[in-house]
């Protein structure tokens, strides 16, 4: 198993309402992508200072399964159109999860 992990430093201009959507749209694109093992995605509790403002971790059978969802259409339209120009920060890393 695969996992995936990116956290997110949202714009100052950003609301809760495209925090919301974005949520919602990260949910309908799981549903379109069947290579997507388990999915989880949200805010951060703001329990510490400094922390990333939201988190997606996205689990796959295998390195293949993760670059299909990667190089999907559907989740490069998301970005474009959620995250890109709305973010001042960015995380990433895939690990071998097994």
């Known amino acids: 198993m695969y996992r995936h ?3 997110l430093k949202w714009n100052d201009d950003v609301d809760e309402a495209h925090v919301a959507a974005t949520g919602a749209a990260l949910d309908a694109l799981v549903a379109t992508i069947p290579e997507v093992g388990d999915y989880r995605h949200g805010p951060d509790l703001g329990l510490t200072d400094g922390n990333f403002d ?3 971790v996205g689990e796959f059978a295998s390195v293949e399964d993760y670059v299909t969802y990667r190089d ?3 989740h490069r339209r998301l970005i474009a159109d959620y995250i890109a120009d709305r973010v001042n920060a960015r995380a990433a890393v895939q690990y071998d999860a097994s």
């Open 5 to 7: 992990v990116v956290m």
């Open 54 to 56: 939201y988190v997606i």
């Open 72 to 74: 999907h259409p559907d």
